[in-house]
């Protein structure tokens, strides 16, 4: 099993849909986990930090289930503009270092 | 001004030669990461430092050396450069405290012929 995996897609969907993408994980002792953003050919970008049960910024909401070993991120109203991969994060089992899924790409269409 | 800017931004060369890819943060981390990313597999750790003095090994450093200048300066070298180095690279940093949330630069966009 991969340390951690992604849908890679992609999802279409409509301006204003709801749209959510699973990342699972392998490493049960993983405490904290991240959603970044990345543009085409741009760099990656922290969007959201998951240290607990789950986080919420605006449309976005990032959920954690330990038992299943998966965090969710759930976005609402979506937006031409949030067209774009989005990175799944855990850290290493070293606690070190960071590993990143492949991500989901996502289009919005209006 | 950008936080993390890298150099060059897009570079072609060809297979033998050597090439070194710049990083410069303002943003007063300690540590830095470099990154490649290939369509499909993600980004991928070449190589971290924690500080100036302290440089580790990532997943893929087999070719690839680097050298931290300075706190703000983290350079990474392809000693002979060949096509499957073809890839985005990126430069990242982040704070001791919140390690996992980094920072990245724009990336270089190498090329191997």
């Known amino acids: 099993r991969k340390e951690v995996e992604q849908d890679p897609g992609p999802f279409n969907v409509p301006e204003g849909a709801t749209v959510a993408f699973n990342c699972t994980y392998s490493?049960?002792?993983?405490?904290?986990f991240f959603w970044y953003r990345q543009d085409c050919r741009k760099e990656p970008k922290l969007l959201m930090s998951?240290?607990?049960s789950g986080n919420e910024d605006g449309r976005f909401t990032a959920q954690l289930n330990r038992a299943s070993q998966y965090i969710s991120l759930l976005i609402r109203d979506s937006k031409l503009s949030d067209s774009a991969t989005y990175l799944c994060?855990?850290?290493?089992?070293?606690?070190?270092?960071?590993?990143f899924g492949a991500g989901t790409r996502l289009f919005v269409k209006a | 001004d950008a936080d993390v800017t890298q150099t060059p931004r897009n570079r072609i060369t060809k297979t033998g030669k050597r090439i070194m890819l710049e990083c410069s943060q303002t943003?007063?981390?300690?540590?830095m990461y470099w990154y490649r990313q290939d369509p499909g597999l993600g980004l991928r750790l070449i190589y971290y430092?924690?500080?100036?003095?302290?440089?580790n090994k990532g997943e893929i450093s087999d070719g690839y050396s680097v050298s931290r200048q300075a706190q703000a300066k983290f350079s990474l070298s392809l000693e002979s450069a060949i096509p499957n180095q073809t890839a985005l690279y990126f430069c990242?940093?982040?704070?001791?405290?919140?390690?996992?949330?980094?920072?990245f630069g724009p990336g270089t966009r190498l090329t191997v012929t």
């Open positions: 430092s924690f500080d100036v003095k302290d440089i």
């Open positions: 994060v855990v850290p290493d089992t070293g606690g070190f270092k960071t590993i």
């Open positions: 490493n049960s002792a993983s405490q904290s």
């Open positions: 998951v240290y607990s």
């Open positions: 943003k007063g981390h300690d540590r």
């Open positions: 990242a940093t982040s704070d001791l405290t919140r390690p996992y949330e980094q920072y």
